[in-house]
């Protein structure tokens, strides 16, 4: 199983001067993927409640202050080599599609072909409000997107006539760098949000779950694959595991480890909420990543 870490992206984690040098030492402490998550505000009086959080504490501190998702990955991209970008998750509805593919595409380009696309569909009903989207047809939207992400990367005049956006025909001289376009994966925990990623994607950004429901859902992706006429074992799982503050290296370890003892392509860790900074959040993941490593 692939290991990766989130970048330093948002709280006291936000620094630019550490996203190029994290990466880099990322990537040379083995690490295979290097993460991203996208929040575009953080509401005095918030319509919604982040999972697991209270009225008086309605979502982590630290979604105060975000970089953008698209901009620290570029970063990355050009202080690295080998390992893959991939958002977790990319709120795909609140950009205008066309322009979402043109950025996707240059990123894939710029990084020669490392770029995964993971999209979801959020769950705070202000981001929507604060971009003129419709909340309550978000799922449509992202079914929509991925039809235009689709058309975008595979067709060389492509125009688009939908619900939602209209494209002209067009030429599409921006090439992805390998046939077909980046893999997508898809976000969500609704039996909706598991049958889309059977039907339409690559494979999962899941979020570390208890087994039983996690292979409930997982189980719901594969039926649904089956049924469109797909192949349900070329999905991919790849679980996020948020790291709570006074987690130590080898808790890390046993729960990666868990994670693929069920069968999981990927994991990645998001130390962000766990320790002060960067260079603290690198340093334990890489002690957690040997520790697994060694067995």
Do not use: K
Not at 242 to 249: E, F, H, L, Q
């Amino acid at each position: 199983m692939d290991i990766g870490i989130a970048l330093p992206q948002y709280g006291g984690h936000a620094r630019a001067e550490w996203i190029v040098p994290f990466a880099r030492q990322a990537e040379e402490a083995g690490f295979d993927w290097l993460w991203v998550g996208d929040r575009a505000l953080a509401p005095v009086s918030p319509s919604d409640l982040y999972p697991g959080h209270t009225a008086q504490d309605p979502y982590p501190r630290g979604f105060r202050t975000f970089l953008d998702p698209l901009t620290v990955l570029t970063a990355a991209a050009g202080a690295t080599s080998r390992v893959r970008l991939a958002t977790s998750t990319l709120n795909a509805p609140w950009y205008p599609p066309l322009l979402l593919a043109r950025t996707l595409t240059t990123l894939d380009v710029i990084s020669a072909g490392r770029l995964v696309a993971g999209l979801g569909i959020g769950w705070l009903r202000d981001e929507y409000t604060a971009v003129n989207a419709d909340f309550t047809r978000r799922g449509a939207r992202l079914e929509e997107i991925l039809d235009i992400l689709r058309g975008y990367w595979t067709e060389e005049v492509f125009g688009h006539e939908g619900p939602h956006w209209s494209i002209p025909e067009s030429y599409v001289g921006l090439r992805p760098a390998r046939p077909g376009g980046p893999p997508v994966l898809l976000g969500g925990l609704s039996p909706a949000a598991m049958r889309r990623v059977g039907r339409r994607a690559d494979g999962w950004a899941g979020v570390l779950l208890p087994p039983d429901m996690e292979a409930g859902l997982w189980d719901l992706a594969r039926r649904a694959a089956e049924e469109a006429g797909r192949d349900p074992e070329a999905l991919t799982r790849h679980i996020r595991h948020n790291v709570r503050p006074g987690t130590g290296a080898g808790e890390i370890a046993a729960v990666l480890d868990g994670v693929r003892a069920s069968g999981a392509d990927s994991a990645f860790i998001d130390l962000q909420q766990c320790v002060a900074g960067p260079g603290e959040a690198l340093e334990l993941g890489t002690r957690a990543l040997e520790r697994l490593r060694a067995g």
